[in-house]
Structures are given as structure tokens and as C-alpha cells.
């Protein structure tokens, strides 16, 4: 199965601050990548799909990049609402799919 | 309003079945892949298993294969996963989720619990 390696796992950063979370896939995964969005006691949202393709609703100061095995989510301009946990997800070929272990996004 | 929404979760003994139940709303479920998605602490999300929107692609992870059967009706828009030999590590939140590769709408999830 191919892994997925998120970091760091936990980040502190301000309103106002531009943010970036990394996923390292195990293995190419052309950019079969999607990020998604949790916060507590509630769903994952999807946020982006294909590694850099904006889901319908989400601002445009989330945006994501990358193809093959490195990937990156950026925030361009953290908003209160933006304290989650982040996860990366691949979507390569037929299931299994498999999730990153998260980022939680704290405030400093 | 895209819904799905959950049911069928509870406190359980290893060992035993539980069939968990998904109800769509608001999109024409016969077009759409689905899945069940969990979640612990422990182990974060976890794909669990996906349904084509004909059937005809059926995948299950290797920690349920075998034990596990999802289904889907699309006259009633409905899905299911048919749990059985339950084991401890099978704790989790479910969650009932569109799409087939990237997710796009998610449940609220439903809880099961397996302890003696």
C-alpha cells in the first residue's frame, strides 16, 4: 500500500500568517493527492482534489501543489476559522486509499 | 441539501455483527461512488471500504476483508456495511462518504464501540 507522510504534525502559527504543511507520498502518485479539512467533533471537508484544484465554497487563500511523491497545502493568509486538523489523502489508482496521520494547526 | 446521514452504530462484544446504514439526499445516488471512512485517536482516518455506483467495483482494506460486506440500494438511496466478527481495533467513528478517489461529502458519522 502507499504511504502518506505528513509534516510537521502539529504547527503554531498567527492570524495573518502564510502556512505550509507538506505530504510525502511512498511512491509516485501523479498528482492523485486531495487535502482535507477537520475540525473537532465534526466531518472532514474537502478542500482540495487532484493536488491543486480548489473544491466549490473553500476560499481562495487555500491553494495546493505538487505532483509525483511532494506535495504541499498553503494558507496563504491564516483566518481564525483555519484551526484545524489537515489531512493529505491519495487517490491513486484503484483503493486502497490512504490518508496522512494529520496536522493540527494550532493558534500561537 | 447534499446529505448523508448514519445510523446503525453502538456498544457491541467482540464477535459479534452490527449493520450500519447510510441515507443520501439531495443528488442522484445511483451516479455516485460511495465509501466508509473511520476514525480513531489511535489510527486517524482509515478507508474502509468503496462501491461503484453499478456495483460492479467492490474494494474492502486488507483489516476487513473477508469480515465485512458493504452494499448499496439505489432505489431507496441507501447504504450499508454488514460488520461482523467485530474486533476491538474495529472501534471507530464511521463515516458514510461520496466519491471515488476524492470525497467531497462527507456524514456525521456513527458510532461503534466493540468491548466486552
Known amino acids: 500500500d502507499i504511504q502518506m507522510t505528513q509534516s510537521p504534525s502539529s504547527l503554531s502559527a498567527s492570524v495573518g500568517d502564510r502556512v505550509t504543511i507538506t505530504c510525502r507520498a511512498s511512491q509516485s502518485i501523479s498528482t492523485y493527492l486531495n487535502w482535507y479539512q477537520q475540525k473537532p467533533g465534526k466531518a472532514p471537508n474537502l478542500l482540495i482534489y487532484?493536488?491543486?484544484s480548489l473544491q466549490s465554497g473553500v476560499p481562495s487563500r487555500f491553494s495546493g501543489s505538487g505532483s509525483g511523491t511532494d506535495f504541499t497545502l498553503t494558507i496563504s493568509s491564516l483566518q481564525p476559522e483555519d484551526f484545524a486538523t489537515y489531512y493529505c489523502q491519495q487517490s491513486y489508482s484503484t483503493p486502497p486509499y490512504t490518508f496522512g496521520q494529520g496536522t493540527k494547526l494550532e493558534i500561537k | 441539501e447534499v446529505q448523508l446521514v448514519e445510523s446503525g452504530g453502538g456498544l457491541v462484544k467482540p464477535e459479534e455483527s452490527l449493520r450500519l446504514s447510510c441515507a443520501a439526499s439531495?443528488?442522484?445516488?445511483?451516479?455516485?461512488?460511495l465509501n466508509w471512512v473511520r476514525q480513531t485517536p489511535g489510527r486517524g482516518l482509515e478507508w474502509v471500504s468503496s462501491i461503484s455506483s453499478s456495483t460492479i467495483y467492490i474494494y474492502y482494506a486488507d483489516s476487513v476483508k473477508g469480515r465485512f460486506t458493504i452494499s448499496r440500494d439505489n432505489a431507496k438511496n441507501s447504504l450499508f456495511l454488514q460488520m461482523n466478527s467485530l474486533r476491538a481495533e474495529d472501534t471507530a467513528v464511521y463515516y458514510c462518504?461520496?466519491?471515488?478517489?476524492?470525497?467531497?461529502?462527507w456524514g456525521k458519522g456513527t458510532t461503534v464501540t466493540v468491548s466486552s
Open positions: 487532484a493536488a491543486s
Open positions: 439531495g443528488f442522484t445516488f445511483s451516479s455516485y461512488s
Open positions: 462518504v461520496r466519491g471515488m478517489g476524492y470525497m467531497d461529502v
